[in-house]
């Protein structure tokens, strides 16, 4: 006995009748492609608002130093935006026992900036034992603020805390 053996065109299914249509397929590749797209230009209009935003023109307004065309101006800008930090105390957090600095800025610029002061913490023998930041934003000129910086590990004994760099921007 034989068995018969029944072959089906590619593409048919045995459900479908003789006035069956396909379905359209969904343009799933194209949405991916267009929504990549959209994203792509999202990031590049968020770049250029940001810069637009934060007023990176290359001036200095009085509160920014210039572009530099050597690294001794960058120097001299770094000490003179230093001059405008002064640690007023230095130590470990009760708590914590983290390093903590208090700062206080002033702004001897012409106009409100934005700072950030970068602080080394140190123990007894020298060697820097953590970092912390203190931030300031839209501090008017001849204005002072007082503000803290943290190390993030608990520290033993006696420490230094010593202001390593110092940011100055335009304030917007």
């Known amino acids: 006995m034989t068995q018969s053996s029944h072959t089906q065109p590619p593409g048919s299914h045995p459900s479908q009748g003789p006035g069956w249509v396909q379905p359209p397929k969904k343009p799933g590749a194209g ?11 999202v990031v590049i209009a968020g770049s250029v608002a940001f810069a637009l935003h934060t007023g990176d023109d290359g001036k200095s307004g009085g509160n ?15 000490e003179q935006f230093k001059a405008d930090v002064k640690v007023t105390s230095c130590g470990l957090a009760d708590f914590t026992k983290s390093p903590d600095a208090e700062v206080t800025i002033t702004n001897r610029g012409k106009g409100a900036a934005d700072y950030q002061v970068r ?5 007894a023998s020298g060697t820097r034992i953590a970092q912390g930041v203190a931030t300031t934003t839209g501090l008017a000129a001849g204005e002072s603020a007082e503000e803290s910086a943290q190390g993030s590990e608990p520290a033993v004994g006696e420490i230094t ?4 760099e110092v940011g100055r921007t335009p304030a917007n």
Not at 31 to 41: M, S
Not at 119 to 123: E, K, Q, R, T, Y
Not at 161 to 164: E, I
């Open 31 to 41: 949405k991916i492609l267009g929504f990549g797209i959209v994203a792509i230009l």
């Open 64 to 78: 920014a130093p210039a572009a530099s065309t050597s690294p001794t101006q960058d120097a001299i800008a770094q």
């Open 119 to 123: 602080v080394d913490f140190s123990d």
């Open 161 to 164: 805390c010593k202001v390593v």
